[in-house]
């Protein structure tokens, strides 16, 4: 792993990092305040201050600074907004491999840890790893959640979420089957996904998987995309690589987005 041994000061962070890079060349920051360390003076350099024809030198680029965080003014105004990691960077993930600017697109697929609260749509088991107690003794409830990424904004996203509900597809009671549609991966047949007396009129969405791709990367055939729902999600989150929705169904991803009376870019 090579590094650089330069502090850089983030007045978006207010803190400063020092970037070094993993065995596949990706990023990985290095944030004062979570390592307890005081830069030095002669160690503390700011890209800001640097003259446009200074030379880097460093293997880290500049480049490789991390994105700034969504504002505490529009966080406040988002629909089920959820937050990132700043202090580890946008590449602390589930999947090490993709960096934010890239990896976030409009029909990109992706997994990643969600937290809520017990009651919400989880209830609590105490018998159950996945539930823990919080401050004021309030239960929470992690799970790994998957969405498609349907506008990309700075430094967010909004993502309409994919689940089986319990493999139960639109059947599960309370679901809405109009505001959701199969989806699937290119291999799989979407005429099979669909239990008998699902009443669901869009027409499928198909996924090509994330190359290379392990077992956790496919979806199953009960998966079905929820339009009438949408995340705010930052891009400093820890997520897997699920692949894209291919070119081909983009529009109809677009069209069954603004059925729901959402803004699609």
């Given amino acids: 792993m090579s590094s650089s041994s330069e502090w850089v000061w983030s007045p978006v962070h207010n803190d400063y990092y ?30 800001v201050a640097q003259p446009e024809d200074s030379r880097n030198d460093s293997p880290v680029e500049a480049e490789a600074e991390p994105p700034a965080p969504v504002p505490p ?4 105004v988002l629909p089920n907004f959820v937050a990132g990691t700043p202090q580890t960077g946008w590449l602390d993930r589930l999947d090490p491999r993709p960096q934010a600017r890239q990896f976030f697109k409009k029909g990109r697929v992706f997994a990643m840890l969600y ?13 159950n790893d996945a539930h823990t107690t919080v401050r004021f003794g309030k239960s929470v409830y992690t799970q790994i959640r998957r969405f498609v990424a349907v506008s990309v904004r700075k430094s967010f996203v909004y993502a309409c979420p994919i689940s089986t509900y319990g493999r139960q597809g639109t059947l599960k009671r309370g679901c809405n089957p109009g505001e959701h549609a199969v989806i699937c991966n290119t291999h799989v047949n979407p005429r099979r996904c669909y239990l008998q007396g699902e009443h669901i009129y869009k027409e499928a969405i198909q996924v090509e998987p994330p190359n290379p791709a392990d077992e956790d990367s496919y979806l199953s055939q009960l998966t079905r995309l929820r339009f009438g729902k949408t995340y705010a999600i930052e891009w400093n989150v820890k997520v897997k690589d699920l692949g894209m929705v291919v070119p081909e169904d983009m529009p109809k991803l677009r069209q069954y987005y603004e059925d729901e009376d959402r803004e699609f870019e």
Avoid: C, H
């Avoid at 809520?116 to 989880?122: K, N, S, W, Y």
């Fill in 18 to 47: 020092r970037v070094t890079l993993d065995r596949n060349g990706q990023p990985v920051y290095d944030w004062a305040k979570v390592a307890g360390q005081v830069p030095t003076v002669q160690l503390i350099t700011s890209q």
């Fill in 115 to 127: 937290t809520e609260p017990t009651g919400e749509t989880a209830w609590y088991d105490p018998g």
């Fill in 73 to 76: 003014e529009t966080r406040a």
